[in-house]
């Protein structure tokens, strides 16, 4: 019917690739007709200018001075080569960009991000390209949300056992007590500001998180007395705490020596005791992920955190004779304690 409604010639043409880039075999309606096929690559000079990129194809030298064409070209030239430019990040000294980040007060996440990935630190804290949330409602929290929801537990429960009778004096029906109401807490007011799963897996969620938290408040047997604890102590923001009395003044400062770099954190539990043989702060990191296999290092800049919280530490009660820092790691049988020790 195609080749009788024809007047002089008749051209039936076909795609070769599917969207995904598959190869398509031919058409059984084109394979009855006993003409011979004539393959058209798409890098081919056209005869007639569909549109701009047909017209640059056929025109080599003028599609030589389009700005695109050009710094594509400039990057492909500087692939094969092992010098260090622009397309490799290579900035110039004191870039705006990037001074502008560096002035900025850096969390421990974007310092880790500092040391290890530079390029990264300056795409996600420089250009500010941050991937966009997605607020479907999950069947499971992603690790990231997941220990967020065992921080607010701990969060709540060390508020509601502080000060009195002090999370490590507290005995273990005070701690369960104190775990329940941030448990019922949290159940409420998640599901208004974020999103959780339906309502089963949500309690699931819930009961798994509050083992953990369990867990990180009864693991610690060197139980003292005299001792105040802290849970999210900020430092280095502007805003004020919620604490009735913080150990330090949040919006002071805190700087890293020998750099132009300032910090701010949240430090998941702080407990300083004074009494008249010490004055001693010790740091505790809670983490809600798979314990690492060797012990925790430097190792060029992917454990920062407690170093950084006893930096800061350190800088707002000078007072404090001994520093230690530790990490608790909730999944880990029987609670594993990763320590890490200052002088």
Partial sequence: MIREGAAKECVISRSRRDAQGKTLPPSSLATQFAVPETLLKRTRMPRHAF??????????QEAAGFPQIMSAMQCWRNRQGSALTAHDGLLC???????????????ATSLRVLLRDPLGFVWRYGLRWLAPPFDDQPLSLDPRVYGELVHDLLKYAIRELEP??????AEPHQIEAAIEKARRFVRD???LEKPVPPEMLWDHTLNLAVELAKGALTFDPRITTGSESWAEALFGQKETSSEANPPWATDIPVPIPGTILKMRGKIDRLDIRIDDKRRAAQVTDYKTGKPPERAIILDGGREVQRISYLLAVRHLRPDIDVLRARLKRARALGGRILPLYAC
């Fill in 51 to 60: 549109g701009e990129g047909d017209r640059l194809l056929a025109r080599p």
């Fill in 93 to 107: 000294a004191e870039h705006p960009v990037v001074m502008r980040a560096l002035e900025q007060v850096q969390s």
């Fill in 164 to 169: 009195v009778p002090g999370v490590r004096t």
């Fill in 189 to 191: 007011s998640w599901p």
